[in-house]
């Protein structure tokens, strides 16, 4: 599976994106889990005046705690780490554990949202 979708990105890069809005009428759409830059880039040329790019982030020694547990040969293949370099986004979610924190930088994003409807 995930080397047909690899076969179809780098054929089309804007296959699968292209599918996901399809038909879609909401105001606000929020795609969970871009994992390349091909992705954010199409939403970005395609859609530039509404796109918002977010990053949740969580250190590693957060992400252990969580039961994260490091696989070669996924974990730092390009569908996990595609989007670590290169990408500059709108918004970074601190998600270490802190409540306070986490909240208030949903809201932030949630106030900008509510902007765009």
């Not at 992400?63 to 918004?91: H, I, N």
Request: charged content about 30%; aromatic content about 10%; overall charge negative.
């Amino acid at each position: 599976m995930i080397r047909w979708g690899e076969e179809k990105r780098n054929t089309d890069p804007g296959f699968f994106c292209r599918i996901i809005v399809q038909n879609v009428v909401e105001p606000v759409w929020v795609i969970s889990d871009a994992r390349r830059k091909s992705d954010v880039e199409w939403f970005q040329t395609y859609y530039p005046e509404v796109t918002q790019t977010v990053r949740i982030t969580a250190s590693e020694e957060i992400r252990k705690q969580r039961g994260w547990v490091f696989t070669p040969g996924v974990d730092d293949g390009v569908s996990e780490c595609g989007l670590d370099e290169g990408v500059s986004f709108d918004w970074i979610i601190h998600n270490d554990g802190e409540r306070q924190s986490l909240e208030e930088d949903l809201r932030k994003l949630m106030e900008h949202i509510c902007t765009l409807i």
